[in-house]
């Protein structure tokens, strides 16, 4: 999947790891390989669900790409499916303001 997923300084690859119990997220410029903005599970103090707590993590995510001035992204789900979590974190990015 990865090879036909690229992400650069102007639309970043906004990759995502998920575990049983954790959910990590970050936006990763391929052509320099550096990652510009990481967020994770542990970073939000929440009671939530896992899907509740995805979502604000997509939030956050999105928050701190408008620091850095990075409104488009291309979402590399990692293999998993677009459901649950997955899709939480993407429909919480997408109404903090990024596009995808």
């Given amino acids: 999947m ?3 997923i ?10 995502v790891f998920r575990s049983s119990n954790h959910i990590y997220a970050q936006l990763i410029d391929d052509e320099k390989g ?5 967020v994770n599970d542990l ?3 929440s009671k939530d669900k896992k899907a509740g707590i995805a979502r604000r993590i997509g939030t956050l995510l999105a928050e701190k790409a408008k620091e850095k001035k990075i409104e488009n992204v291309v ?3 990692g293999g998993y499916k677009y ?8 429909e919480g990015a997408r109404e903090a303001g990024l596009k995808f």
């Fill in 75 to 77: 979402f590399d789900r």
């Fill in 34 to 38: 550096k990652t510009l903005a990481a």
């Fill in 83 to 90: 459901h649950g979590r997955i899709k939480a974190l993407a």
């Fill in 43 to 45: 970073d939000v103090k």
């Fill in 6 to 15: 690229k992400g650069d300084a102007k639309k970043p690859r906004l990759c």
């Fill in 2 to 4: 990865r090879a036909k």
